[in-house]
């Protein structure tokens, strides 16, 4: 198990992105939380193994259908052990 920190960039707020990114995140046992941020990218906190976080980091460069990803930036963490995924709504 890791945990990846991961800021997507591009058109990603108000495009269903973060529903998105739970669906994908609740088929793979990702865990986790994605949220929106004020300078118009989505921080994602992912734990999983690396074969999930591989599947998941590939939905977070193509997005939802109606997003537009421009720059994925990644970063380890620490674990935080995470019982689901949600959605933080601010």
């Not at 960039?9 to 939380?33: E, I, N, P, W, Y």
Request: charged residues 30%; contains cysteine; hydrophobic residues 40%.
């Amino acid at each position: 198990m890791k945990h990846l920190d991961i800021i997507i960039s591009g058109r990603v707020q108000g495009v269903f992105f973060r529903a998105t990114s739970k669906a994908v995140a609740d088929q793979l046992g990702v865990k986790g939380t994605a949220r929106n941020l004020a300078d118009g990218t989505v921080f994602i906190e992912a734990e999983g193994d690396d074969f999930s976080l591989d599947l998941f980091l590939e939905f977070c460069h193509k997005g939802s259908d109606r997003s537009a990803v421009e720059k994925v930036e990644v970063s380890e963490g620490e674990l935080k052990n995470y019982r689901n995924f949600e959605v933080v709504k601010k």
